[in-house]
């Protein structure tokens, strides 16, 4: 007969390689070390969409301020960019608003013709 080896040690030593660099038993216990491990994986998960979120709140802000030097109002702004279907997302005119002011006047400008 063949002998059959246990998978339990393949499956501790995966979880303990995740956990290293954690502090005291979390790293040395195989039951702690799974349980961080876990939790890690649920925060960075979390972590990964809030930092979508926070990213397009900074580039709202960026805009906003760069709007206001202006004198206009973000919303109006971002409902006139809609209403000339003029499709710039706010990733790229939060990095205009900062990099290159001048082209932003004049997409603001062009935004706010009648």
Known sequence: MVR????SSKKHKK???LARGYRMTRRKLF???MEAVLHAGEYSFAGRKQKKRQF???WILRINNAVRALGGKYS???HN?????IEIDRKILAKLAVE??????QVFEKANKN
């Not at 960019?81 to 279907?85: A, C, F, I, M, S």
């Not at 290159?100 to 006047?105: D, L």
């Open 4 to 7: 059959v080896k246990s998978l």
């Open 15 to 17: 979880i303990l390689k």
């Open 31 to 33: 039951k702690k070390a």
């Open 56 to 58: 397009r709140s900074l």
């Open 76 to 78: 109006k702004f971002i």
């Open 81 to 85: 960019l809609k209403e000339k279907k």
């Open 100 to 105: 290159n002011p001048e082209f932003f006047k």
